[in-house]
């Protein structure tokens, strides 16, 4: 039986029983104790979720899908407020912590940035990353200057207790901005926000239960030929692919075409993380390359796979060195 059926079906027991003055947990006379029972509260939670969707659908008019984030009043009650300054990442794993059997896709630390700096809080920087603008620090957002042992510089952003209750404060209106840019485009590949504080082994490292998926290329604009290297790693284990020869017209279009093919390889469903160092089109419909993104998703979901992509802006060198080195 599909488990929201059994949970419906439990729930309207619940309801039967209390509504007849029975608790449902003991079988006998309902009282002020059995509104305090955890299973009854649970019961009542997990109502109230489902009368939040159905609310939902009233009024938008649509069904709301099983994958588009939501959060009840309560969760919001439940999120904590830390004394102490956290990363934009560990907001959006405390928001997920709350939301977590709500059955939807998770809400992703870019969807915090990207509304935060709609509202002029942060901005983009000169290294790529983002930074606090000075309506944000008056907020309690502040940002560290980081650079890697290889050379990498980069900006970290951290949330004072104030600043962590503005975001959760405003998670709704984050979720609005979120839905109304990408209204036109859910059928994109999901993105996955990298970390800059991680480097490309570091980010693989712990992500062990996926699949990675790079590619490297080059291109000759006078032959309009080129070449790609492309890499699968899972759990230790590597497959790594090769061509020449590629007609094309970018040095992109020989990365995707690596990608592609990689894609085309994996036999079992699993999840699959596509990690390039620039934007190659996949989130974006404008881009020439637009349709051959589409056309690397169509072949993961086609194999089950759970499939989403990051961009480690500023790193191209290391994830050129990694995808060489197991090229050689």
């Not at 008019?61 to 904590?80: A, M, N």
């Not at 979720?175 to 504080?197: A, G, K």
Request: proline share 2%; aromatic share 10%; with cysteine.
């Amino acid at each position: 039986m599909d488990n929201d059926i059994f949970k419906l079906q439990q729930a309207k027991m619940y309801m039967d029983y209390l509504a007849n003055g029975i608790d449902p947990v003991s079988n006998i006379d309902a009282n002020a104790d059995t509104l305090h029972n955890e299973r009854i509260i649970s019961c009542f939670r997990y109502i109230s979720d489902v009368l939040t969707r159905n609310i939902y659908e009233a009024e938008h008019g649509t069904k709301h899908s099983r994958t588009d984030f939501y959060i009840t009043e309560e969760q919001c009650e439940e999120l904590i407020v830390y004394p102490y300054d956290r990363k934009v990442s560990e907001l959006a794993n405390e928001i997920n912590r709350v939301t977590e059997n709500n059955g939807t896709k998770k809400l992703s630390a870019t969807w915090i940035n990207d509304w935060l700096e709609s509202e002029g809080y942060i901005c983009k920087s000169d290294l790529k990353s983002r930074i606090a603008t000075d309506k944000g620090e008056q907020l309690g957002i502040t940002s560290e200057y980081r650079k890697r042992d290889n050379g990498d510089e980069y900006y970290i952003n951290f949330f004072t207790g104030q600043a962590q209750k503005f975001v959760y404060d405003h998670i709704g209106d984050i979720i609005t901005y979120r839905n109304e840019r990408y209204s036109d485009t859910e059928h994109m590949m999901p993105f996955v926000d990298y970390p800059s504080d991680l480097s490309v082994i570091e980010y693989i490292h712990s992500n062990p239960d996926k699949c990675f998926i790079m590619s490297v290329g080059s291109y000759d604009s006078v032959s309009k030929v080129g070449s790609y290297i492309a890499v699968l790693l899972f759990k230790g284990k590597c497959k790594t692919l090769k061509k020449t020869n590629i007609p094309a017209n970018s040095v992109k279009r020989c990365i995707l075409t690596g990608i592609f093919d990689a894609a085309s390889v994996i036999k079992l469903p699993t999840d699959v993380i596509i990690l390039t160092s620039a934007s190659l089109g996949f989130n974006s419909p404008k881009s020439k390359n637009y349709n051959f993104c589409q056309e690397i998703y169509r072949i993961l979901t086609e194999k089950n796979c759970s499939a989403a992509f990051s961009v480690c802006h500023g790193k191209r060198h290391e994830l050129n060195s990694i995808v060489r080195s197991f090229g050689l």
